[in-house]
């Protein structure tokens, strides 16, 4: 890409266009500087969120959390002894993982369906799933819950998990990613006497690994951080998630350097993820708004 | 990559189901596809289609906790329109839509441009500023809510050092929707710098060199070629952001329960509450159908938008 900092100079009105194309000397550092300005604003309520969980816990927060050499781990044993958090980070990975795993498998099912198989109602079905994209899930919340509870399934990892899994998004994101296999693969392993399952096992999932990858990121992270459904779903404290201990944890009585440390633990978690795959993410985001 | 920038024009696209083709597989076994399916299909009817069904039927009844109900017709939708309560809420989230849409596009549109504008770095920093999308509104809102907090938060220890405040921001009427919109758009305009960074990217540069040897200068180029290039991708953040402020619940409830005095009792807020506190299902399932019509009238308004812009 051209560098448009090492452009000629123009004419252009001082200050509202320095900010779009500069070419000063001035200009070439103001936008760096603005833009680790903003970085720096970005981070800054995760620093600070740290900063009070190491902080001692008796006393004013700040400017306390800001003395490295008092910083403790108080904070953090406190909050996981006097609260349920060990209990709702199990309930947060289950929530989390077992739901990656069986939209993954049915999103990509389905998706193989609609883009490589033919059968009845498949264009109604198509459409049927593209139109509940366009109703907000609040929407439906009251017989969501009241479906859930005839099935007694309130309080439990069902009623938390299988509604969940109705992903419209995956189905059409694989749809599209296996419309663009090759047809002649599946001729071949056909003539060649594979079953229709071993074809989709051997087949299509391997070659869309990397769909599946990306994918899975964000489902996981729209599990880990949901927040409504869990709260509807998990009535006591035992089938609470972290998202839904931590809103409860805020509204008790408890010291704002524990609150800080538990919102600690529940980040951990989001930016391994982050740490770790933020090029997938990103990516295809970028991908997604250009379709758009 | 440059789909977006060639053809301005370019409509929302969406998914259509591909064209079968011939010989391989067809209704030689239909059931194949069907066994396929079938998994998904099952959820999407009992958890997707029943609900939305199930909505529409309750709002016309005075469902209670007991399962007892009555058919009422349309005495939800007469007593919604009645309702201070409705009318409150649904004042909250427009103000609060007001504030937080043009606030998060102009966030986002900013850090795109700057992006855009500075090599240096640009991974980096695009990762900095996507970092808040990967966590929870609920994390989000508790860190603020400390942030915001009157007598121990950190905005109000910054702002004592140059003798102003304390200000109670999430106490006051004037300030609370504002303050809870900053979080919101912090947490979440990551998401729309990307889509609008990628538009960015796509508008040829050959248009705004030309510019450039007319003497344009940086803000009539701004103003008159890169705008209109990236103007389908700003419609999609502008109707998606709208859309999440419709919705706006989890950090309200979190950040200030509704208050003071309802001055941030959303919408959404009102449904829960008429659903969870007060047992009301057949209205609280009212409440839900109206926003959904509130939401689809915004794809439509935006769907004329960008039609128009078509011929």
């Known amino acids: ?292 | 990559m440059t789909q977006v920038g060639v053809d301005p024009s370019s409509p929302v696209r969406r998914p259509r189901p591909v064209p079968v083709r011939g010989r391989y597989g067809p209704r030689r076994r239909a059931w194949v596809g069907l066994v396929f399916v079938a998994p998904m299909l099952a959820l999407f009817l009992a958890f997707r289609f029943l609900p939305a069904v199930g909505a529409v039927w309750l709002s016309l009844t005075d469902y209670r906790l007991s399962g007892r109900w009555e058919f009422i017709a349309f005495d939800n939708y007469t007593r919604l329109l009645q309702d201070e309560l409705f009318h409150q809420s649904l004042l909250v989230t427009l103000t609060y839509t007001l504030i937080f849409v043009p606030l998060t596009v102009l966030i986002s549109l900013g850090t795109a441009l700057l992006l855009q504008q500075v090599v240096w770095q640009r991974g980096f920093f695009r990762g900095v500023f996507f970092l808040p999308y990967v966590t929870s509104i609920v994390l989000a809102a508790v860190i603020w809510k400390w942030i915001y907090d009157a007598q121990d938060g950190l905005l109000n220890a910054v702002l004592g050092l140059v003798s102003i405040g304390p200000i109670d921001f999430l106490g006051s009427d004037n300030s609370v929707l504002a303050s809870i919109a900053v979080t919101s758009a912090w947490k979440g305009f990551g998401y729309s710098m990307l889509i609008l960074l990628a538009g960015l990217q796509a508008v040829p540069k050959s248009y705004l060199e030309a510019a450039m040897i007319d003497g344009a200068s940086a803000w009539q180029r701004f103003r008159y070629i890169t705008i209109p290039q990236i103007r389908p991708v700003l419609f999609f953040v502008l109707v998606i952001e709208t859309i999440s402020a419709f919705q706006v619940f989890d950090a309200m409830y979190v950040m200030t329960g509704g208050g003071p005095v309802r001055a941030s009792y959303s919408l959404v807020y009102l449904l829960y509450d008429s659903g969870f506190k007060f047992f009301d299902f057949g209205y609280a399932s009212a409440i839900g159908i109206m926003l959904f019509f509130i939401v689809l009238v915004i794809s439509l308004v935006q769907r004329r938008l960008v039609g128009r812009d078509d011929d």
């Open chain 1, 1 to 292: 890409m051209v560098n448009l900092l090492d452009r000629p100079s123009t004419r252009r009105t001082p200050s509202s266009s320095s900010s779009l194309k500069p070419s000063r000397p001035v200009a070439r550092l103001t936008l760096p500087t603005l833009l680790a300005l903003t970085a720096i604003v970005t981070v800054l309520p995760f620093v600070a969120m740290v900063l009070v969980a190491f902080a001692p816990p008796s006393g004013q927060t700040f400017p306390d959390a800001f003395y490295p050499t008092r910083w403790t781990f108080e904070n953090f044993t406190r909050v996981l002894s006097s609260s349920d958090i060990p209990r709702w980070t199990v309930n947060s990975l289950l929530y989390s993982l077992v739901s990656v795993v069986f939209v993954l498998l049915f999103a990509a099912m389905a998706g193989y369906a609609f883009a490589k198989k033919r059968f009845p109602g498949r264009e109604l079905m198509f459409w049927a799933f593209l139109a509940t994209l366009m109703v907000p899930f609040q929407a439906t919340l009251i017989p969501s819950y009241i479906l859930i509870s005839r099935l007694d399934w309130v309080d439990s990892y069902w009623g938390l998990i299988v509604p969940t899994l109705a992903n419209s998004q995956a189905v059409f994101l694989l749809r599209q990613f296996i419309s663009q296999l090759p047809d002649e693969l599946f001729e071949a392993a056909e003539i060649d006497g594979a079953s229709e399952w071993k074809i989709f096992t051997l087949i299509v999932m391997p070659l869309i690994r990397p769909a599946l990858a990306t994918l899975g990121i964000f489902v996981f992270l729209w599990h880990w951080n949901d927040f409504l459904w869990p709260l509807v779903i998990g009535q006591s404290a035992n089938m609470q998630t972290l998202t839904v201990g931590l809103a409860t944890l805020q509204t008790q009585s408890v010291p704002i350097n524990q609150i800080m440390a538990g919102a600690t633990i529940t980040v951990i978690p989001s930016l391994l993820v982050f740490g770790l795959l933020q090029r997938y993410l990103t990516d295809s985001i970028t991908m997604s708004g250009l379709k758009s």
